[in-house]
């Protein structure tokens, strides 16, 4: 028998005010046709399912967060990091830490032209001080963190148990544990 390895909650949505569900509203040359509210679509979140996905966001940050403080070599840390237009593509997913420590710097600079291509930026800005430097290895690069911000860990099973434990009953949301594929045994 395999165990879960992912929650899925889905929220309870309706069709969308403005554009009535077709995902279309008005026309302008940088977005065509897309309709602002629902972002394209079709559906919005009810009443009660923007209430349940409020309390579910609130149940995950308590239960999956964790200060940089905490951090250790080998943990899983979700990243989600939008892309420079231009200059480097997005980032997110769950990435293994590969070394953490602390730092006096105010930012991290970037030396060579593969470490550019690693980091996906010039630089880290941050205030000078008590800072950490968090290796998340080549595709998700280093951070610069203070000490108390927040990462989230990539859940175990008896976490997926508990925000499950948590979701139970609440209106607006079904909630429900797989197990991925690649995962389930014959």
Same mark, same amino acid.
């Given at each position: 028998?395999?165990?879960?390895?992912?929650?899925?909650?889905?929220?309870?949505?309706?069709?969308?005010?403005?554009?009535?569900?077709?995902?279309?509203?008005?026309?302008?040359?940088?977005?065509?046709?897309?309709?602002?509210?629902?972002?394209? /679509?079709?559906? /919005?979140?009810?009443?009660?399912?923007?209430?349940?996905?409020?309390?579910?966001?609130?149940?995950?940050?308590?239960? =999956?967060?964790? @200060?940089?403080?905490? *951090?250790?070599?080998?943990?899983? =840390?979700?990243?989600?990091? @939008?892309?420079?237009?231009?200059?480097?593509?997005?980032?997110? %997913?769950?990435?293994? &830490?590969?070394?953490? %420590?602390?730092?006096?710097?105010?930012?991290?600079?970037?030396?060579?032209?593969?470490?550019?291509?690693?980091?996906?930026?010039?630089?880290?800005? +941050?205030? @000078?001080?008590?800072? +950490?430097? *968090?290796?998340?290895?080549?595709?998700?690069?280093?951070? *610069?963190?203070?000490?108390?911000?927040?990462? /989230?860990? /990539?859940?175990?099973?008896?976490?997926?148990? =508990?925000?499950?434990?948590?979701?139970? %009953? &609440?209106?607006?949301?079904?909630?429900?544990?797989?197990?991925? @594929?690649?995962? *389930?045994?014959?």
């Amino acid at each position: 028998m395999s165990e879960h390895t992912r929650i899925n909650v889905k929220f309870e949505t309706e069709s969308c005010s403005r554009c009535g569900g077709s995902g279309s509203y008005s026309w302008c040359s940088r977005y065509g046709s897309t309709c602002f509210k629902c972002g394209g /679509q079709k559906t /919005q979140l009810t009443r009660k399912g923007k209430k349940a996905a409020e309390r579910y966001a609130a149940v995950k940050a308590a239960l =999956l967060s964790i @200060p940089t403080s905490r *951090v250790r070599e080998g943990m899983r =840390l979700f990243v989600d990091e @939008p892309g420079i237009e231009g200059l480097s593509r997005g980032v997110r %997913g769950y990435f293994r &830490v590969r070394s953490v %420590g602390r730092t006096t710097s105010g930012c991290m600079v970037a030396r060579t032209a593969a470490e550019r291509e690693s980091c996906g930026a010039f630089f880290y800005p +941050w205030k @000078p001080g008590d800072n +950490w430097l *968090v290796d998340l290895g080549p595709k998700a690069g280093s951070h *610069v963190v203070g000490r108390n911000d927040l990462w /989230q860990r /990539q859940p175990s099973v008896a976490t997926l148990d =508990l925000l499950a434990e948590h979701m139970k %009953g &609440v209106d607006g949301a079904t909630v429900t544990l797989e197990s991925s @594929p690649a995962e *389930v045994s014959a």
